[in-house]
T-cell receptor, first 112, second 114 residues
């Protein structure tokens, strides 16, 4: 069985400072891992995905995530936060063709 | 936490038939629901945004006459795949948006068209 834990329900950072959104997963097999962003009243938008290629994955808008099998983690980072990054972020794991497991989401707040 | 259910969880149908998938918010009212599809090992693709009591807003490239969405109440949205073809085989997921803009995802429906 697969599961995803987003360790922080809310993260607040100042504009221009680094962002770290944490995600830990459990999976019986080699999973695919995704980060999505959702702005209010909008659908999910894919930020990046890991599918057993390079462990450091670069995504859109300056985000990246590193797959660490030993730590079962897939944390999302960005060197410098922008006001437009304020949104809800979801970590998602998929280990087979038959299902996705979503984290509960992390609300990112950007302070001016 | 809030729960969203989908029914059926799996469905197999013949080519040319129509299939209805239900998405229900069980313990909250969802003024907005989103419908996604996912191909194996691929990311989710937003199909449409469904608002209670109004027409759904479809993403570019999604045929509204093929994927009929109805959001007749604050707890139920349905997606009907009309005249299904094998290329419609996919995993369909809905999510319900609560009043605080939080998202709750359904468990998904696996559609196989023979």
């Amino acid at each position: 069985a697969q599961s995803v834990t987003q360790l922080d329900s809310h993260v607040s950072v100042s504009e221009g400072t680094p962002v770290l959104l944490r995600c830990n997963y459990s999976s019986s097999y080699s999973p695919s891992l995704f980060w999505y962003v959702q702005h209010p009243n909008k659908g999910l938008q894919l930020l990046l995905k890991y599918t057993s290629a390079a462990t450091l994955v670069k995504g859109i808008n300056g985000f990246e995530a590193e797959f660490k099998k030993s730590e079962t983690s897939f944390h999302l980072t960005k060197p410098s936060a922008h006001m437009s990054d304020a949104a809800e972020y979801f970590c998602v794991v998929s280990e087979n063709a038959d299902g996705l497991t979503f984290g509960k989401g992390t609300h990112l707040i950007i302070q001016p | 936490g809030a729960v969203v259910s989908q029914h059926p969880s799996r469905v197999i149908c013949k080519s040319g038939t129509s299939v209805k998938i239900e998405c229900r918010s069980l313990d909250f009212q969802a003024t907005t629901m989103f419908w996604y599809r996912q191909f194996p090992k691929k990311s989710l693709m937003l199909m449409a945004t469904s608002n209670e009591g109004s027409k759904a807003t479809y993403e570019q490239g999604v045929e509204k006459d093929k994927f009929l969405i109805n959001h007749a109440s604050l707890t139920l949205s349905t997606l009907t795949v009309t005249s299904a073809h094998p290329e419609d085989s996919s995993f369909y997921i809905c999510s319900g948006q609560g009043r605080g803009n939080e998202q709750f995802f359904g468990p998904g429906t696996r559609l196989t068209v023979l």
